[in-house]
């Protein structure tokens, strides 16, 4: 009997069952042992800093974003005063897991199949990938932390299979030696119907590797083909492939993430990867903290009420950034000359610095109501025409 299992051990996952092992409960985390998620490994300086990642894990350090049109127009955004780690998902998530293991949590490598309450008591059905036999746990509580498309998820939380997604795929390759334009320090973000009908294509350097690969919500439309022309078109096609990931990424938060007795879900099993950015590590993590400080209250109170306090704190912290996030992408990603535009836009110096504040600290800056508004403007301006697709 544990008090809490935590299935999924990605940074979600990892980070929920450390913090309840660090309050003092017994604590098992299920992982499915050989996955590695497809990402684009960035991870802003609030993560590193809130999280105490090692400098060791960061296999390069961004100070550059550059914004690709469909033109082929390049937007070269400086990262001021700091920058973005990358860090390869193999290699982080195992960190996150061992260290949780460090401080009292028990690992098991497994495929989870089932929550049944026969007992009274939630006992969690899994194939053991290490005995290669079937095993149950007996746990207080669960935290659903085992990606998109959660099998927790659809168990347990009504309205779950709701949530759209995006499929994400890359391919991990050799970083180039020369004759190519691509730089160790700069992420290319490239906003082109060819690449991606509905979001991004990136390059992303992870020092001796690199990360190129793409995301849509188009069914039909060939992943695998456009990275290639992506590859091709960014003197890539040469490098050797090391790797090739895909996997489904939510876009929206679900309205719940609690069956009101003793489940919480976090992560992507919860909706948590921002709009527009795609961004999911550090969200992942958040959730997975608030996951566990709301899991420790029911457990500490007797009351399964607290396991709401999940979502609240998540949607007071950074619902403000999701809806800005949700509404740019509805806004600039439907059409290759609303993406012209979107780049056109991203040369404004306070757009950039609104951007970078919101992405590096986690936060809308009030202080500059001014900025605010110049960038309400020339945003309508924008998806209105008003203003031509030329530099501003």
């Known amino acids: 009997m544990y008090d809490v299992l935590v299935i999924g051990g990605g940074p979600c996952g990892a980070t929920a069952a450390e913090d309840l092992a660090r309050m003092g409960y017994s ?6 042992p050989g996955r590695i998620k497809p990402c684009g490994g960035a991870i802003p300086p609030i993560l590193i800093q809130d999280f105490d990642i090692p400098d060791a894990l960061l296999k390069a350090k961004i100070v550059t974003a550059r914004m690709v049109s469909p033109t082929k127009r390049c937007v070269d955004i400086p990262i001021e005063n700091g920058f973005v780690g990358m860090v390869d998902r193999e290699e982080f998530d195992d960190f996150l897991r061992k260290r949780a293991e460090h401080t009292g949590v028990t690992l098991y490598r497994g495929t989870y199949e089932k929550i049944t309450r026969d007992t009274g008591t939630p006992e969690i059905a899994f194939f053991n990938h290490d005995t290669k036999e079937k095993q149950t746990l007996k746990a207080k509580m669960i935290i659903g932390s085992d990606g998109a498309r959660s099998k927790v998820a659809k168990a347990e939380i009504p309205g779950a299979e709701e949530i759209p997604y995006v499929i994400a795929y890359h391919e991990i390759i050799s970083a180039p030696k020369g004759g190519v334009d691509y730089q160790a320090q700069r992420c290319d973000v490239i906003y082109d119907g060819a690449v991606s009908p509905d979001f991004y294509g990136w390059v992303f350097p992870h020092g001796d590797t ?3 690969g793409m995301g849509t919500g188009v069914n039909g439309f060939d992943l695998k083909k456009a990275t290639t022309a992506l590859r091709a078109s960014s003197g890539l096609s040469d490098c050797e492939t090391l790797r090739k990931e895909g996997a489904p990424i939510p876009l929206k938060p679900l309205k719940k993430w609690d069956n009101d007795q003793d ?3 976090a992560g992507d099993a919860a909706g948590v990867v921002a709009p527009s950015s795609g961004e999911g ?3 992942a993590m958040c959730s997975g903290r608030m996951a566990a400080q709301a899991v420790g209250e029911a457990l500490r109170t007797g009351n399964p009420k607290h396991l709401r306090n999940a979502r609240k704190a998540f949607v007071k912290q950074h619902g403000t950034v999701f809806r800005v996030l949700g509404a740019m992408q509805n806004a600039y990603y439907k059409t290759d000359s609303r993406r012209e535009r979107f780049v056109s836009l991203c040369h404004d110096v306070d757009v950039q610095t609104m951007t970078f504040d919101a992405y590096m600290n986690k936060k809308l800056g009030k202080s500059r109501p001014l900025a605010h508004l110049k960038i309400s403007f020339k945003n309508l301006a924008h998806l209105t025409g ?4 030329e530099y501003v």
């Open 386 to 389: 008003l203003v031509s697709e």
């Open 281 to 283: 590590i550090y969200y």
């Open 263 to 265: 489940v919480v879900l």
């Open 210 to 212: 690199v990360s190129v």
């Open 27 to 32: 604590v098992a985390l299920l992982d499915r």
